[in-house]
Every structure is written in C-alpha cells, then in structure tokens.
C-alpha cells in the first residue's frame, strides 16, 4: 500500500510525503533508502493480506516510516523514526498514530507478542533481505557497511559479528508464510558473512 492511501484510509494527509522522501534520500544512506521502505511496505503488505483496512493501512504507514531517520545509532533512531511519524500523521486518530509508534519500536529489538498479526507483518518484512539471492544480500550488507563508515573497522567487524550471531541463535521470521519463503537462504546468506568477518579477525578467535 502506498503512503498517500494508507495514511488517507486513516484520515490523515499526504503532505509530509515529500519531508519523507527527502530523509530517504539523505547522502549518507546506502541501503536504508526509499527503496528499502517501499521493499518493506510490499511485503509487509503481502503478510497483512488477511488483515482488515484500517490494520492494512497501519502497517503500510509503520513500513514506509519506520527507518525514516537513519544515522546509524540502533535504538535511537527507531525512537526518532516514531516520534517523525506522529509528527506527521496529522488528522490520523491517536490510537493509530500510538500503533504506527509501537510498530516501528518493535523493530529495535525485533520482538513483539507472538499473537500480534500487526507486528509479524512489518518484523518478518523487514528481514526480508536477508532471505534475498546471494548477490542481493551481498550489496545489502555493504550498503550496511557503508553506512557505518564512521566507526572503525574493529568496532564495525564486531558489532556486526554479534548481530549476525544473534540473528542465527533464534528463529528468523514469526509467520510460517515467512519462513518458507525466506528463511532457508536466510540462514545460508548470514553463515557465509559471519565466516567472513570471522576470517577478517587478526587474533584468530
């Protein structure tokens, strides 16, 4: 679902689409784009095809917004990226502007209550990425790498170490419609870059 209709079946406007494009569009981003947005909201739209309008249109809004502000500092910019949001949901009822808010903070950690159709669609889209062709996954961890530029290169190898660490501890996706889609290539696209950056240790941990 597109921004202008989803935030429109919530009573709100479109006019801070263009404010939304430019963040999107900001030097320093090389895979949270625009077009990781609008990866997120078609499949999140996918996840939620069971799911009435009004939920539909949450997630879509959720999706387009949630790394709206991206500078590379996790935690703080998924809580910058909700308070954008309800800055810009102008019109839209409170109590969806707070579900648009809990979604995108869900995506800081990745966790939400099992039972929260809402939550798996935007989560599992997310992650989505990860389950795409080796060479799709490759250039989107080096638009990651990129983008963590600012920090050295030890410090960026092990942080990304343990992220891809933790990913392969616990299950990928939530729904099952996820899993057979995704999750098996999933597995195999973060084996082979935690091998990598393993490789790149100089103390041969």
Do not use: C
């Amino acid at each position: 679902m597109e921004w202008p209709e989803a935030v429109a079946s919530l009573g709100g406007t479109s006019d801070a689409w263009p404010r939304l494009r430019a963040r999107y569009a900001e030097p320093h981003r090389r895979y949270h784009t625009l077009t990781h947005a609008a990866a997120v909201a078609r499949d999140s739209a996918w996840l939620a095809e069971g799911l009435g309008d009004t939920d539909r249109a949450i997630v879509a809004v959720a999706a387009w917004t949630h790394d709206v502000v991206y500078d590379a500092k996790p935690g703080e910019d998924e809580r910058a990226s909700a308070a954008w949001a309800r800055d810009a949901l102008e019109g839209v009822a409170e109590a969806h502007v707070e579900r648009i808010e809990g979604l995108i903070l869900a995506t800081i950690g990745h966790d939400a209550p099992p039972d929260d159709p809402l939550a798996t669609a935007l989560l599992d889209a997310d992650l989505a990425v990860l389950g795409a062709p080796p060479d799709q996954y490759a250039a989107y961890a080096d638009g990651v790498h990129q983008e963590y530029a600012k920090y050295p290169d030890e410090v960026w190898r092990e942080g990304r170490i343990a992220v891809l660490e933790r990913l392969l501890s616990r299950p990928l996706y939530r729904s099952e419609a996820a899993r057979t889609r995704w999750a098996s290539a999933a597995g195999s696209n973060l084996t082979t870059e935690l091998t990598h950056w393993r490789g790149e240790r100089t103390d041969h941990r």
